[in-house]
């Protein structure tokens, strides 16, 4: 949950978490819908997913027992160099490295690293001082420190430079370059995906869909979502309904891109059941399926006309 998310978005779905699935056999078992369900607001779901099935391997594979050496956690679906130093050193005081972007902020400024940290040879060589500068014991604690150091201290813009420990050694805070250490990546555009989504109502059921297997948001449910028809014109729905109307404008923005859906209301008398993977729900049965946040906000704005 700590990859990509803040500390303070995750504490309230970790412990709604463990409350579900107490252990690893218990999210091994689990319904990868209750898994999006839980995770819900989170994002970059694919998180989510592998989470589940690195538990089915854990039991399978590892007799239920987390791995406690690097090798055999990167075998673990979703779990990187990163992710499998921080469980090895941290759960079992492996010495084992951890380079996430504090730390990678830290060690640049240390080191007096101007080049962009993201290049290869750059990642290389901060791997290679994240692990030479280890101790001997208490690693897990080390680890935790040096993260704790970037994420409070040693921060992006304003580095608090008069309370870290390690300004006597900091190549960066002696040349006054903190502030420009390291490199920042320019900012690019983000395109802006323009959506139409048609809220279809039958007798107090909403006429919703199952996004792929794959991609964005995938497996989870959403009202019937297109691409914006370049004409301005409605697209072809599957059902007969009156004119859609417009009820409203929902904004939403990912790292590489923004998403404005334009929401319409219309309904219909026709009978016909649909077939996977749209289904008729009620917006309380809503509350038990996994949403994508925009379609969380147009399911409130519903509750709301």
């Not at 594979?61 to 987390?66: A, F, R, T």
């Not at 390291?182 to 869909?209: D, G, M």
């Not at 009202?223 to 009820?247: M, W, Y």
């Amino acid at each position: 949950m700590l990859q990509q998310t803040q500390v303070a978005t995750v504490i309230p779905y970790f412990h709604r978490f463990l409350d579900r699935f107490p252990t690893v056999a218990d999210l091994a078992k689990a319904d990868e819908q209750q898994v999006l369900r839980l995770w819900q607001g989170l994002g970059y779901y694919s998180r989510a997913r592998n989470l589940r099935a690195a538990a089915v391997c854990i039991i399978r594979d590892h007799g239920g027992n987390i791995p406690e050496n690097c090798h055999e956690l990167l075998q673990l679906p979703g779990v990187g160099r990163y992710t499998a130093g921080a469980i090895a050193s941290i759960a079992f005081d492996r010495r084992a490295p951890i380079l996430d972007g504090n730390v990678q902020r830290v060690l640049c400024r240390l080191d007096g690293i101007e080049a962009d940290p993201r290049q290869r040879d750059v990642q290389k060589l901060l791997w290679q001082r994240a692990e030479e500068i280890l101790p001997k014991a208490r690693v897990g604690d080390f680890n935790s420190a040096l993260m704790e150091l970037g994420a409070t201290v040693c921060t992006p813009r304003a580095p608090r430079c008069d309370q870290c420990p390690m300004r006597r050694g900091c190549h960066a805070a002696a040349a006054g370059l903190q502030e420009q250490i390291p490199v920042r990546k320019k900012s690019a555009t983000t395109p802006l995906l323009l959506r139409h989504t048609y809220c279809i109502k039958r007798n107090n059921h909403w006429l919703i869909e199952q996004r792929p297997s794959t991609g964005r948001w995938a497996g989870m449910w959403q009202f019937l979502t297109v691409d914006a028809p370049s004409h301005g014109a409605h697209a072809a729905l599957p059902i007969k309904t009156t004119q859609p109307t417009a009820i409203g404008t929902i904004t939403h923005a990912l790292t590489h891109r923004r998403y404005e859906f334009h929401v319409f209301l219309c309904e219909t008398s026709d009978g016909k059941d649909m077939r996977s993977p749209r289904q008729w729900s009620t917006l309380r049965q809503l509350d038990r399926l996994p949403l994508p946040q925009p379609h969380v906000k147009i399911a409130r704005m519903l509750r709301h006309l």
